[in-house]
T-cell receptor, first 113, second 112 residues
Framework: KAGVTQTPRYLIKTRGQQVTLSCSPISGHRSVSWYQQTPGQGLQFLFEYFSETQRNKGNFPGRFSGRQFSNSRSEMNVSTLELGDSALYLC????????????FGQGTRLTVV | AQSVTQLDSQVPVFEEAPVELRCNYSSSVSVYLFWYVQYPNQGLQLLLKYLSGSTLVKGINGFEAEFNKSQTSFHLRKPSVHISDTAEYFCAVSNTGNQFYFGTGTSLTVIP
């Protein structure tokens, strides 16, 4: 079956703009998590959605938000972009049971200039 | 709270030699442990996981790891590495929902 699909793969935005990233999970998976990966901070958990509800949230400012649709597709939005938001954003989908394997997409590389 | 420490940021090793990538975790509750691999410009791929049962876990590509509760460790091993094993390796723990805490990663370089 198809894997996790993230679009777009690459983005360049200007400081102050906003951006929306998309993630389509594996068919049948209702849990979608988002992570930010940077050289300095490594992989950091942003939030997790399950059946359209945010189930867990990491320690990121309110400029980072997300949502999940009824078909389990998820979007992540970052408003008022800062240079430090430049990162690889990874989406992971999981089955219904907790602590099962997370399947990762290839990520969206966001560059803020 | 949970945290993961990967003790080695870079590990160079000759082809066909054995390798061990170290991972220690801290948690006040039971955890589930994972090793992921990341190739350049790619997402993460699961190598192996420990949920319960046998403390020796075998994964893909010939990797294995041993869960040691008393030492709070989950070291990854491979008896003979190949050039294609060159990648970044991440240890992770999880105990609530599908929220994973990752280590800072170990860059494995296999030298021909």
């Amino acid at each position: 079956k198809a894997g996790v699909t993230q679009t777009p793969r690459y983005l360049i935005k200007t400081r102050g703009q906003q951006v929306t990233l998309s993630c389509s999970p594996i068919s049948g998976h209702r849990s979608v998590s988002w992570y930010q990966q940077t050289p300095g901070q490594g992989l950091q958990f942003l939030f997790e959605y399950f059946s359209e509800t945010q189930r867990n949230k990491g320690n990121f400012p309110g400029r980072f938000s997300g949502r999940q649709f009824s078909n389990s597709r998820s979007e992540m939005n970052v408003s008022t972009l800062e240079l430090g938001d430049s990162a690889l954003y990874l989406c992971a989908s999981s089955g219904d049971r907790v602590n099962t394997e997370a399947f990762f997409g290839q990520g969206t590389r966001l560059t803020v200039v | 709270a949970q945290s993961v420490t990967q003790l080695d940021s870079q590990v160079p090793v000759f082809e066909e030699a054995p390798v061990e990538l170290r991972c220690n975790y801290s948690s006040s509750v039971s955890v589930y442990l994972f090793w992921y691999v990341q190739y350049p410009n790619q997402g993460l791929q699961l190598l192996l996981k420990y949920l319960s049962g046998s403390t020796l876990v075998k994964g893909i590509n010939g990797f294995e790891a041993e869960f040691n509760k008393s030492q709070t460790s989950f070291h990854l091993r491979k008896p003979s590495v190949h050039i294609s094993d060159t990648a970044e390796y991440f240890c992770a723990v999880s105990n609530t929902g599908n929220q994973f805490y990752f280590g800072t990663g170990t860059s494995l370089t296999v030298i021909p």
